[in-house]
């Protein structure tokens, strides 16, 4: 069965350093997305990317974050100076189309030290 | 504003009874409805999503029922198995691709 992977699961990175988080989504879907999940709290929507650019954005998705298709597999996040706050689960998902099923990654844990 | 949430935080029933986990929402124009199940340490997995011109779908064991005059929604899971045992979430879009979602109920099933 077609999977959405996430690499690394764990990255640990010092206040300030940038990081890259990267996702393969399943190949024939259009959507990207990137969630996050602040440890005991609900998942958040980031941005939405579809066409090879950001189709929406949250209001947490600031100039801090930024997010890329570099080739026709992957799907990456990357924060800038990262704040003790940026600690988190984050999650890439796909979708075939808009206001369909997505499909979840298992997550990257971002701790942030 | 939007607000997704749910009636409580923890259900526990036993195993072969049925379940029903409750969602409500404030955005009426919300048209899109969608519920997932967090196991610990994995990320959501899909169930089953409704669309605003429906008010019932079914699933395999799962139905979901979505009331747009009150704003809820509800997942039914028929014949509950300790492997149903995760935290559940409702989520909506309405006219966008953000889903919204809720904070979740933790479902336990006891054998």
């Known amino acids: 069965e077609p999977e959405v992977t996430q690499t690394p699961s764990h990255q640990v990175t010092q206040m300030g350093q940038e990081v890259i988080l990267r996702c393969v989504p399943i190949s024939n879907h259009l959507y990207f997305y990137w969630y996050r999940q602040i440890l005991g709290q609900k998942v958040e929507f980031l941005v939405s990317?579809?066409?090879?650019?950001?189709?929406?954005k949250s209001e947490i998705f600031d100039d801090q974050f930024s997010v890329e298709r570099p080739d026709g597999s992957n799907f990456t996040l990357k924060i800038r100076s990262t704040k003790l706050e940026d600690s988190a689960m984050y999650f890439c998902?796909?979708?075939?189309?808009?206001?369909?099923?997505?499909?979840f990654g298992q997550g990257t844990r971002l701790t942030v030290v | 504003g939007e607000n997704v949430g749910l009636h409580l935080p923890t259900l526990s029933v036993q195993e072969g009874d049925n379940s029903i986990i409750n969602c409500a929402y404030s955005n009426s124009a919300s048209d899109y409805f969608i519920w997932y199940k967090q196991e610990s340490g994995k990320g959501p997995q899909f169930i089953i999503d409704i669309r605003s011109n429906m008010d019932k779908r079914q699933g395999q064991r799962v139905t979901v029922l979505l009331n747009k005059t009150v704003k809820h929604l509800s997942l039914q899971i028929a014949a509950t198995q300790p492997g149903d045992s995760a935290v559940y979430f409702c989520g909506h879009a309405g006219g966008s691709e953000k889903l919204v979602f809720g904070k979740g109920t933790k479902l336990t099933v006891n054998p």
């Open positions: 998902a796909s979708s075939m189309a808009r206001n369909a099923e997505a499909f």
């Open positions: 990317f579809y066409n090879n650019e950001i189709s929406e």
